[in-house]
């Protein structure tokens, strides 16, 4: 019921909006002396009613009134004849005020969309409008993103953007080649990203500090157990059982049985409980088991504990939460061909 009612009255009001806020003078006539004429108004309708004031709204060219309209429209039917003939004009008067705050921006949207309209549909000003509007709407904004991140007092200059382009197109002297100008924009956003990820971080660590705290305590004390190496990279292991097969090499597949722990004894991974062994290339998986397999010789059975820099880092996997140290059985059964 409520979509009926609001999709009748948006398209009454975005018709009534131009109306009043044109004062017919930008609107043109409507005039159905023939079928075209009729399927040509008709689809405008339907163009404003399945979607464009929807649009417009979210792009804020309009104040939105569904809520207004639909609160009433609820209220007016449950009245008297009475009630209903004020509440119709306390709707009106309503929308009236609504109207007289959309015009402004309303009358500045028709007047693109009219110039727009009446355009050659291949010609290069077209072109340059439809490709502009792609560059104020979207890829501007999208490049501010990722240049300058959560940072809204900055962006780009549109004014040299425009003057790269424009000297471009032009075939005029650069004043950065085409091949330095791609390498300093990649370069740029790979820095931003960086710096957005090590924030991020950094805000993350302040948040598991005290996860952090006790899996950092918990490998210094684990690094006093006899039998336990600590790896200049903060790895640690313990050989369970010692192999004497080859050793495996960044190239290789391995075949392995693991068991894998949080240093609180949870389960989040094991292929010894699913009963099939797991197979994958020894640089496919986390930093710390990388470098242990390329210290275990086929036939050995190690425990590795791994700090969280050398595991998921930062990131949230569900069980194993961000900064997480784990603890891993890893038996390598083999190398695969």
């Not at 490049?143 to 032009?170: C, E, H, P, W, Y």
């Not at 899996?215 to 157990?225: P, S």
Request: contains cysteine; proline residues 3%; negative net charge.
């Amino acid at each position: 019921m409520k979509k009926t009612i609001l999709g009748t009255l948006s398209a009454l009001t975005v018709m009534a909006v131009m109306m009043v806020s044109c004062g017919g003078a930008s609107t043109p006539k409507t005039s159905l002396k023939n079928s075209v004429d009729s399927i040509s108004y008709a689809y405008g309708v339907s163009m404003a009613d399945q979607g464009l004031v929807q649009f417009l709204e979210q792009s804020g060219v309009l104040v939105n009134t569904s809520n207004i309209e639909y609160d009433y429209q609820m209220r007016i039917a449950a009245a008297d004849s009475t009630q209903k003939a004020i509440l119709e004009k306390e709707l009106a008067a309503k929308i009236d005020s609504v109207n007289k705050i959309n015009a402004p921006k309303l009358n500045e949207f028709i007047k693109g969309m009219t110039e727009a309209m009446n355009l050659e549909e291949k010609s290069a000003y077209a072109n340059g409008l439809s490709i502009g509007v792609q560059f104020s709407q979207q890829m501007l904004p999208q490049f501010n993103g990722m240049l300058f991140g959560a940072d809204s007092t900055k962006k780009v200059n549109s004014d040299q953007v425009m003057a790269g382009i424009i000297s471009a197109l032009r075939n005029q002297e650069l004043a950065i080649s085409k091949m330095a100008a791609s390498g300093m924009v990649q370069a740029a956003v790979e820095k931003s990203q960086a710096a957005d990820q090590e924030r991020q971080e950094a805000e993350l660590k302040t948040q598991y500090q005290d996860s952090i705290a006790a899996g950092d305590a918990f490998m210094a004390e684990n690094a006093k157990r006899e039998g336990v190496v600590t790896l200049p990279s903060g790895l640690q292991y313990e050989i369970i059982r010692a192999g004497n097969g080859a050793i495996p090499a960044d190239t290789d597949q391995v075949k392995v049985h693991y068991h894998g722990t949080l240093i609180n004894g949870t389960v989040f991974d094991s292929s010894v409980d699913r009963g099939e062994p797991a197979v994958f290339g020894v640089t496919q998986v986390i930093p710390g088991w990388t470098e242990a397999l390329k210290l275990m010789p086929v036939g050995s059975k190690w425990r590795l504990y791994v700090p969280y820099d050398l595991a998921y880092g930062a990131t949230d996997r569900g069980t194993i939460k961000p900064f997480s140290n784990l603890i891993f059985d890893v038996e390598l059964l083999g190398i695969e061909k």
